[in-house]
């Protein structure tokens, strides 16, 4: 049996999330499949009521893909509740090389990933510094509040 994994993201606006993810982990907006114009028309097409597309749910993409397709799809469901609490589950971006790169090596990786993500939008929590166990870490909320790390 084959299997493919999608990551499924709760929001409040997926094009904002869209936006920033996309720029975060390398990937680019999934195009509506079939050749149609936008994911509205593909499920127009499919026969979804129209109560249940809101107002202009899929003109834009909701989804993010690896351009490379080695990494899975993400979806950025649009939900009516606004996140309350700590995720259960996050991403770590590992953008250091891991433990065979010198530890100042990766600091500086991780130190370029986390501007460049602020500069998207993301909020820096917390720096994790401790070099007696070679650990560099950053954790960041994206621009809806849900928690990552950059490693």
């Known amino acids: 049996?084959?299997?493919?994994?999608?990551?499924v993201i709760d929001c409040a606006d997926p094009q904002r999330l869209v936006r920033?993810?996309?720029?975060?982990?390398?990937?680019?907006?999934?195009?509506?499949p079939g050749g149609h114009a936008t994911?509205?028309?593909?499920?127009?097409?499919?026969?979804?009521?129209?109560?249940?597309?809101?107002?202009?749910?899929?003109?834009?993409?909701?989804?993010?893909?690896d351009p490379a397709g080695r990494g899975p799809r993400v979806w950025f469901q649009q939900v009516p509740e606004a996140k309350t609490g700590?995720?259960?589950?996050?991403?770590?971006?590992?953008?250091?090389?891991?433990?065979?790169?010198?530890?100042?090596?990766?600091?500086?990786?991780v130190d370029a990933a986390v501007e460049r993500l602020?500069?998207?939008?993301?909020?820096?929590?917390?720096?994790?510094?401790?070099?007696e166990m070679g650990h560099y870490a950053a954790l960041l909320q994206d621009p809806e509040g849900n928690e990552f790390c950059v490693v």
């Open 86 to 109: 700590k995720n259960r589950l996050h991403l770590d971006l590992k953008v250091g090389g891991g433990r065979d790169v010198p530890l100042a090596d990766r600091m500086v990786r």
């Open 39 to 65: 994911w509205r028309a593909y499920w127009e097409a499919m026969g979804v009521p129209d109560d249940e597309l809101p107002p202009g749910a899929g003109e834009t993409p909701e989804s993010i893909v």
């Open 118 to 131: 602020t500069r998207a939008g993301a909020t820096v929590l917390r720096i994790t510094d401790a070099p």
């Open 20 to 32: 920033f993810w996309a720029d975060a982990l390398g990937y680019v907006p999934e195009p509506a």
């Open 1 to 7: 049996m084959e299997m493919t994994l999608q990551l």
